[in-house]
Structure formats: C-alpha cells, structure tokens
C-alpha cells in the first residue's frame, strides 16, 4: 500500500474510531455482532479489523471501513484468499512462525504500548519486519514477554543467515529481561569478530545467570585461551566440570589450561633459576605448585568417588624416577622386590613418557649374565613383579592404595596426580635419596669437574631443586635412605613424619668371601663414580696422600671407574700405577670392585653429602672389599670404626689408614669379613622387607589417626558449646 492510499485509508478510520471509542473487536466477538449466512467458517486466530483494512487498501474503494463490514468481508473472502489479517499471521507472512505473541495481540494495543499513533505503529511495524536492522518496540508490558519475544525473533534470524540484526535482537532481549541464552549469543558475536575481551565478560554474565549452558562454559574457556587468562580458564573448566562431569572438553581443557599456566608461570622460574636466586625460586615454586594442587584438588573431589572408610593395606604403586641405573636398582626395582618378599602386590611405572623405554616390563630389573666360571654368575630368581608401561596413571591409582612417588619434580601431571590420590583417600609417600630439595644443592658449577654444562645446571639441577622440594611438600609421608636426610625430608611432607629405608642388597648382588689375594702383584685401591659430582671432593681430600702412597709402594694401583677427572701431571707421574675405566653397567662395575684389595669413598664434609647413603661401603662389603670413607654423618651412624671399615677425615688420616691397610693384609680381611657378616644381616632383602612392612604399617596407623582427628574437628566444629566438651580418640 502507498504512503498516499494508507494516509487515505487511516483518514477514513479514524473517523470511525472516534465514533466508537477505537475498540478492538476480537473475533469471537464478532462473529456474535455478524449473523453469519452461506454457513461461512470463521478462522481460529484473532482477527485485527483495523489491521486488516490498512493493510489491504482495496477495501476502502469498496467502502469496508468498520469491523462488521471488515469481518464479514474477511469470513467470505479475505480468509479464503489468504489475507493476513493479525499481527500473528503478519509475523507468520515474514517467516517468523516460531514467534510468540500475546493473546489478542492487536495493532491498537502495539500503538498503545509503544506510544504512537495507529498509522505510525502500523510504519513502525513494517519498518520492523522489512528493516535489516532491529528496531525497538515492546509487544506487551511485562518485560519478560518482550524479553522473551526478541530471543525467538533473534534464533529465527540467526536460522536465516540474518546475524547483524540477530545480535541486535539478543541485546533487546537482554536489556528487558537479562538471560543466559541472550548472552551466550551476544558472546558468540563479539568472539566471531575476535573481541575475546568483550566476549570473556559477557559469556561471565551468562554463567552467573545460569550454570547449565555447557557451550557457555566452553567459549569462555576458548576466549581464556586467547586472552591467556589461564588461572580463570581453569576456575571456569572447574566450575563446569561440577556441573557438566563427564564431558569431555572440559576435562581435556583443564589439562590443557594447567600446562599453559604452568609455562606461563615458569618462565619466571627459568629466569631466578638463571640468576642463581634459589630462595626466591624455592618461594615462586611453591606459589605456583600450591596454586595448580588446589586447582587439581577441587577437581580431583569433584569426580572422584567418596573417600573410602578403608585402603587396600596390601597394593603399593611406585611412580618413579627411571632415568639412572642405580635409581632405578636401588630405589625402584630393590624396593619392589622387598614389598613381595613382605606379602604385598606392588608395581612400578616411569613418571614421564620418556623413561617407558628404560622401564622392564616382565622382571624387577636386568643384569648382564656372566660365565658360568665367573663366581659372581647371574643370580636373578624368577620375581613375579611387573613394571606398568602401558597403562595410564588414573588406572594405576585406581588399582593401588599405597602411593609412593620417588624422586620425581612437581611438574603438573605429578600434581595432579598427587592430588587425585589423596582425594580418593590414598596414602602418599614422597620418596628420595640425595639432598635435592635444598637451597644449597646443586654444589657449585666448578664441582663438576666440567662434566655439567652450563644449561643442566641451570634448568636442570637448580630448577630441579625447587622442583623437588615443592612435591615433596604435597606428600604424606616420607621415605629418605639415610637418617640426615629424612630429617630435612619429614620438615616438608604434610604429616612431618619421613622413615628411614636404607638402600641394601637383592637378588642380583654378588658376594665373595673376603681373602688375601696372594697371586696378585699388585694392591688395587679402588675409587668408584657413578655421578658427575664430587669431583672436587676427590682432588682436595685424597689425592694428595693418594699421591704419597703410589710414590711411597710401587706395588700399588689406583683403579678409577666411571666420571673422575684427574690431573693430567698426576696421570703422567703415575701412569703405570693408575688404571682409568669407563663408566659401566652396574654388573660390570661389581665386577671391578670385586677383584680389588681397598675400596674408598671420598665426600667432603657438608649438608649434601652427610645425606649421602653408605651403598658404596656395603656393595664392596658384600664383595669381601673393605672400605675407607669420609667422616659425613651417614657415615658415622653406620659404620663402626675400625670394625666393619674406617671413617676418616683430613690428608693425614687417609694416608695412615691407606698405609696401614696395604701392608697389613690380615687387617683386611678382618675388616672385610666383619663387614660382610653385618651386610648380610642388616642389609638383606628380608631384613629390608620387614623395614618397608614397618614403614606402610606406621603411616597406614598414622593416616588413620589423623583421619580421626579431622573427623573429630568437624564435629566440634559444627556442634554448639564445642568448647565445653573435650573428645578423646
């Protein structure tokens, strides 16, 4: 219709309007008004006169002008022609079937409440549906049918390809009544055009409103990811996991969203570790291991089941360290053998991917088989012991209620899995055998004798360190092989208690009768070193009554095995009497260590290697090899003084005990003998396996009792007068 014939049309109405106070007449009245002939059918919507006779200007030439006219006109002709003749079907015409509209909904009333005269509702009306922007209008009075209204009119343009006018229909939807579903899709807009920003927020509006839109969660998630809001990202995976708990995206985001909050993190950590600022690498460690436990702790109570009443005393999994032979011997595979020796089922699997290689699937570990002349011939039993490299680290938690983590750094998915164990009600031991989570390990760099680079020292050893240190304090319990170091081991883990468990012997270790060797030419002392460490230690404490000794007896040999680096005018001096073999397997290694008369081992004296164990004093015990050691600690709480060996400190002691065992054969032998018969006792397998029994029985009590303290505290806690009333245990 012409602007010409509409202002023509409403001229006309308005007359009549006037005459009979512009009362709507809904159909059902007027089929009352109309008596109806020719048995015409009237239609089931609501009929809108005044709509009808704007709409359709050829009424007006044929003078139908009034609702009765208009009716009948409508119930004869319009309907079987297919007239709109309703704000509904109007709506219906534009492809907007799904639009819900007030009862009765007329033009008059779409007037009325937009404030406008008839003829300019009736333009703002088709300016609405024929515009490629959305105009503002309200449909009824009550803000959330309005509400409601422009979030169909929005979902129907969407379907439509029509976005831009969309997106302007979610936002009048939200202005009326503010939705979750509104904003959800006003989010999706400004994420489209890469306003993550503006999209984070909304999307945050959203979930206060509603927490049941998982794509809600999911694009706040995406937008956390650009924006590098990690922290948040996280908070947000959390809060839709309790929500939404098995899916998926959500489980993988939080995984995701950790690792890239732990990287964003721990550039700061590269940076102190590089300007050798270790208190406050220890310190932003700490910080941000606390923080990723208590992200992984919420998670881990959110989908695990209820904390058990009772833990499986007898399945104990190691996750651990693989990466050195004689980690994995004497802490890993050792270990392993005396919980099976102890009645328990026990299992071990690498804490990286990496180390799955170095991991034995079928035996506790391997040894190389020697001659069957050889007298230290392969004495490994057939162990029913296996080592997990296939399975997945949730299974391996599910199958085992005694947790031990040996020598592993708090890397995210070591917290994790730390957190995941104690809130399904595990037991978690932190297990180590160096001092590697002080502040003044590493020693320094010259140390090393150049076997370290710069970058291992730096991102390994000193990063480590921090590293270390914060997973050992999310831990239990303690396990430290010599009593130094469980002292500073039980200052960190939750309980404060850390248990002695000494590295010993096993199925693999040869032994051999102590004996003066009378065929042999020379005396052999032999120096052992299985690390890059102490060189240092070796050049300032021995080497100058080493040097004494080889000049005083001709007949005396220096043996060398593995990392030393020795003066090159020490060499040149001594060639003939000093020996230099490569680092080798440990089977190999035995074996040089059993064919000589003297076995040292040189450590200066400090916090680092007073935690030191003993393994270098009774592996040559257990070969019939007596030993000279430095005055540490550990030392001395082990070994007797000249009974089962010699502790001694300073050049002059070296050199007179040294002397005195090379030209005094029986006192050798006497020592060496001593020393196998209290190996054999104290360092057994079953001696080993009674210990470790003792160590999971105490903490297993331990947990137990402070399971009973905590349920007591909450008790008190929520009971009245709680002050008044003291409750034993």
């Known amino acids: 219709m012409t602007n010409n014939s509409l202002n023509n049309t409403w001229a006309m109405l308005r007359k009549h309007l006037k005459k009979t106070a512009g009362k709507f007449i809904p159909l059902s009245q007027t089929k009352k008004i109309i008596k109806l002939e020719d048995n015409h059918m009237v239609m089931d919507s609501h009929f809108d006169w005044i709509l009808y006779c704007m709409l359709h200007g050829d009424l007006r030439d044929h003078g ?66 024929n515009s490629e922007t959305a105009e503002f209008i309200k449909i009824s009075a009550l803000d959330y049918e309005n509400s409601k209204f422009f979030l169909e009119l929005a979902q129907s343009y969407e379907l439509s390809e029509k976005k831009e006018k969309a997106y302007q229909c979610y936002i009048y939807s939200n202005y009326f009544k503010p939705s979750s579903s509104a904003l959800e899709h006003i989010g999706n807009w400004h994420m489209s055009k890469g306003e993550y920003a503006a999209a984070d927020i909304v999307y945050g509006k959203a979930l206060q409103i509603s927490k049941k839109h998982k794509w809600a969660y999911k694009n706040t998630i995406n937008c956390c990811f650009h924006l590098k809001n990690y922290e948040k ?50 310190a932003e460690t700490d910080k941000t291991v606390t923080s990723i436990a208590g992200f992984c702790r919420k998670k881990a109570l959110l989908l695990s ?45 690498p804490w990286t991917e990496a180390q799955k290689e170095l991991a034995d699937p079928e035996q506790c570990y391997k040894t190389e088989v020697m001659e069957d002349d050889s007298p230290y011939h392969d004495k490994r039993r057939e162990l029913n012991l296996k080592v997990y490299q296939d399975l997945a680290f949730e299974e391996a938690l599910a199958l085992n209620d005694i947790i031990i983590f040996y020598r592993v750094p708090a890397y995210p998915h070591i917290i994790n899995l730390i957190e995941t164990a104690k809130a399904l009600g595990k ?47 999310l831990c239990q319990f303690g396990i430290a092989s010599t009593k130094p170091l469980a002292e500073k081991l039980g200052q960190l883990v939750t309980s404060g208690n850390c248990f002695l468990h000494r590295n010993g012997l096993d199925c693999n270790t040869p032994s051999k009768a102590p004996e003066i060797k009378k065929n042999k030419t020379y005396i052999d ?23 004494k000794l080889l000049a005083k007896h001709a007949n005396v040999r220096l043996i060398i095995a593995g990392y030393l680096q020795l003066p090159s005018d020490f060499l ?19 074996t040089y260590l059993s064919e000589v008369d003297i076995n040292i081992a040189v450590l200066l004296e400090d916090d680092i290697t007073d935690c030191k164990s003993e393994l270098k004093w009774f592996e040559a015990a257990s070969l019939g090899v007596p030993s000279v050691v ?62 470790m029994k003792n160590v999971i029985e105490t903490a297993i009590t331990n947990f137990y009792q402070e399971q009973k303290i905590l349920t007591c505290n909450n008790y008190n806690t929520a009971m009245p007068n709680n002050n008044e009333k003291l409750i034993k245990l």
Request: aromatic share 12%; glycine share 6%.
């Open 305 to 349: 089941n209820p904390i058990q009443s009772r833990i499986n005393k007898k399945r104990v999994l190691i996750i651990g360290d693989f990466g050195l032979p004689q980690c994995r011997r004497y802490r890993i595979y050792q270990k392993l053998e005396q919980l099976a020796a102890a009645g328990f089922v026990a299992n071990a699997m």
């Open 427 to 473: 037991i978690t031991f932190y297990e180590i055998d160096d001092l590697l989570f002080e502040p003044i390990y590493p020693p320094p760099l010259e140390s090393y004798g150049g076997y370290v680079n710069q970058d291992f020292y730096f991102n390994g050893l000193v990063k480590g360190m921090a590293y270390y240190r914060s997973a050992a304090r």
């Open 64 to 129: 139908i002008l009034d609702e009765k006219k208009a009716a009948l006109h409508f119930v004869k002709h319009g309907k079987k022609e297919g007239r709109v003749a309703s704000i509904s079907d109007l709506f219906k015409r534009y492809g907007l079937e799904k639009i819900s509209l007030p009862d009765d909904f007329s033009l008059q009333q779409f007037a009325e409440l937009n404030e406008l005269e008839l003829i300019s509702a009736w333009k703002k009306l088709e300016k609405f549906l």
């Open 572 to 590: 040149t001096k001594y060639k003939h009497q000093v020996i230099l073999k490569p680092f080798a397997e440990l089977s190999t290694y035995l």
């Open 630 to 691: 430095s005055k540490t600690r550990n030392y001395l709480d082990v070994i007797r003084h000249e009974v089962d060996g010699f502790v001694v400190l300073g050049q002059n002691e070296w050199f007179d005990t040294l002397d005195q065992l090379i030209i005094n054969p029986n006192k050798r032998v006497q020592i060496a003998k001593t020393a196998m018969k209290r190996v054999q006792e104290d360092y057994s397998v079953a001696a080993l396996a009674d210990n």
């Open 525 to 547: 002392i032999f120096y052992g070193s299985g690390t890059h460490a102490h060189n240092i230690d070796f050049i300032a404490e021995v080497l100058p009554p080493l040097d």
């Open 233 to 282: 990202g996280i908070s947000v995976a959390t809060e839709g996991l309790k929500n939404f708990p098995d899916l998926n995206f959500l489980q993988s985001s939080f995984d995701q969203l950790i690792e890239k909050y732990w990287l964003e993190n721990e550039q700061r950590l590269v940076a102190l570790s590089l300007c050798s600022e270790r208190s406050a690498l220890i």
